[in-house]
Nanobody, 118 residues
Framework: QVHLVERGGGTVEAGGSLTLSCVAS????????VGWFRQDPGKERHFVMA???HAINTYHARFIISRDNAKNTVYLQMNSLKPEDTGLYVC????????????????WGQGTQVTVSS
């Protein structure tokens, strides 16, 4: 079992930045790929980014995902935020390799709300 807790959400103006964290407890954190998804009300989870078990960081467009296995923590740095980035950001852990599909992830946190105002 892996227990995940997200932190760092809040309200920010468009163009601003936020860094979310996902803190894990339970099984060996470094055994899992960790992904971030955005949950919009009434919609399916939208894949944001993921990081493999032993990677340090990965960049994609405006976002950077990184992990510190010694701290059992994955970070999602979000830059140049847009109103369409608004949503509940949820982290998840997958025992296998990288995946954009939510069904590949076995453990989920409760999420942290990000609101980007225009």
């Amino acid at each position: 079992q892996v227990h995940l807790v997200e932190r760092g959400g809040g309200t920010v103006e468009a163009g601003g930045s936020l860094t979310l964290s996902c803190v894990a407890s339970g099984r060996t954190f470094s055994d899992y790929t960790v992904g971030w998804f955005r949950q919009d009300p009434g919609k399916e989870r939208h894949f944001v980014m993921a990081i493999s078990r032993h990677a340090i960081n990965t960049y994609h467009a405006r976002f950077i995902i990184s992990r510190d296995n010694a701290k059992n923590t994955v970070y999602l740095q979000m830059n140049s935020l847009k109103p369409e980035d608004t949503g509940l950001y949820v982290c998840a852990a997958a025992p296998e390799g990288m995946s954009v599909n939510s069904w590949a992830y076995d453990y989920w946190g409760q999420g942290t709300q990000v609101t980007v105002s225009s």
